[in-house]
């Protein structure tokens, strides 16, 4: 079974500075890969994913992730933080299993703090 | 701007309630998902539907909680009866059963069980 790991549960980073989020995964397979963001009492909302293609993957908000194989991590970057980015961010891997759907399964979660 | 709908957004029950949340899906989506939320066990998947089938409800307890989908338009998640540590955030997504398909998430409902 696919698992994910997010070792970080809290960071705290300063307005303007850059942000990198870790995640890695144990799949025996490239796995479809996602970075969902959760702002405080909201539902789940999509970043970016990777399924193919160009390991490096842009998404909203000025995130990007990149997928390393050797590593087995899709951890989550952006160059300069804004307020508005403090959430929780969740790495989540899908793989299509036996019954021919996906399954997903999502990492604990990162909680980023934005100080001024 | 089309979006899952969940109701209600909050509920405050006594041990022993039935609790029924409700969700609808986008229109055009033939997948539902049924998440749990706790603080404990972070985000936890409970239930799946393709077209109106359950998929995979092997995450759920099945003495006291019960998923349907009576239509395309709506998914149910009950509990009978409900305990408090039931309490929790129940999230409803939605997605097209692609490979690599978006899961688009409700606003969830806060479950307080007393």
């Known amino acids: 079974a696919q698992s994910v790991t997010q070792p970080d549960i809290h960071i705290t980073v300063s307005e303007g500075a850059s942000l990198e989020l870790r995640c890695n995964y144990s799949?025996?397979?490239?796995?479809?890969l996602f970075w969902y963001v959760q702002s405080p009492g909201q539902g789940l909302q999509l970043l970016l994913k990777?399924?193919?293609?160009?390991?490096l993957v842009q998404g909203i908000k000025g995130f990007e992730a990149e997928f390393k194989r050797s590593q087995s991590s899709f951890n989550l970057r952006k160059p300069s933080v804004h307020w508005s980015d403090a959430a929780e961010y969740f790495c989540?891997?899908?793989?299509?299993?036996?019954?021919?759907?996906?399954?997903?399964?999502f990492g604990t979660g990162t909680k980023l703090q934005v100080i001024p | 701007d089309a979006r899952v709908t969940q109701t209600p957004r909050h509920k405050v029950t006594e041990m022993g309630q039935e609790v029924t949340m409700r969700c609808q899906p986008i229109?055009?989506?033939?997948?539902v998902f049924w998440y749990r939320q706790t603080m404990m066990q972070g985000l936890e998947l409970l239930a799946y539907?393709?077209?109106?089938?359950?998929?995979?409800d092997s995450g759920m307890p099945k003495d006291r909680f019960s998923a349907e989908m009576p239509d395309a338009t709506l998914a149910t998640l009950k509990i009978q009866p409900s305990e408090p540590r039931d309490s929790a955030v129940y999230f409803c997504?939605?997605?097209?059963?692609?490979?690599?398909?978006?899961?688009?998430f409700g606003p969830g409902t806060r479950l307080l069980v007393l």
């Open positions: 229109l055009g989506h033939n997948t």
């Open positions: 997504a939605s997605g097209s059963s692609a490979p690599g398909e978006t899961q688009y």
């Open positions: 989540a891997v899908g793989i299509m299993n036996s019954g021919g759907y996906q399954k997903v399964t």
């Open positions: 799949y025996g397979a490239t796995p479809y």
């Open positions: 990777y399924f193919s293609g160009d390991t």
């Open positions: 539907f393709r077209n109106r089938a359950p998929l995979d």
